[in-house]
């Protein structure tokens, strides 16, 4: 079982940035697939962008140039970096954990971007 817990979430103006965090209770490199999600008021859970065991990452067109996610092993967390932030970005965002055939899931940050 993995557990992941968010941070990072808040209000930004549009342009800005933040960089979102994902605690898990496993290393990094033994979780199959990590990613992060967002869902929007209204609208389906969507994916944002995705980073495998071996590194190789995903993105979702509205995001790619944009957002960047990355992994720590040493400290067991998966980052996003978000910058040019849009007011379309706005969202909770979930990270998500693909770990022995299970998929686990975070509580969720808030992301809001408006002037």
């Known amino acids: 079982q993995v557990q992941l817990v968010e941070s990072g979430g808040g209000l930004v103006q549009p342009g800005g940035s933040l960089r979102l965090s994902c605690a898990a209770s496993?290393?990094?490199?033994?979780?199959?697939?990590m990613g992060w999600y967002r869902q929007a008021p209204g609208k389906q859970r969507e994916l944002v962008a995705l980073?495998?065991?071996?590194?190789?990452?995903n993105y979702a067109a509205s995001v790619t140039g944009r957002f960047t996610i990355s992994g720590d092993n040493g400290e067991n967390t998966l980052y996003l970096q978000m910058n040019s932030l849009k007011p379309e970005d706005t969202a909770v965002y979930y990270c998500?954990?693909?770990?022995?055939?299970?998929?686990?899931w975070g509580q969720g940050t808030q992301v809001t971007v408006s002037s």
């Open positions: 998500n954990a693909l770990y022995s055939g299970s998929n686990y």
């Open positions: 496993a290393i990094i490199d033994s979780i199959s697939v």
């Open positions: 980073r495998t065991r071996s590194g190789v990452t």
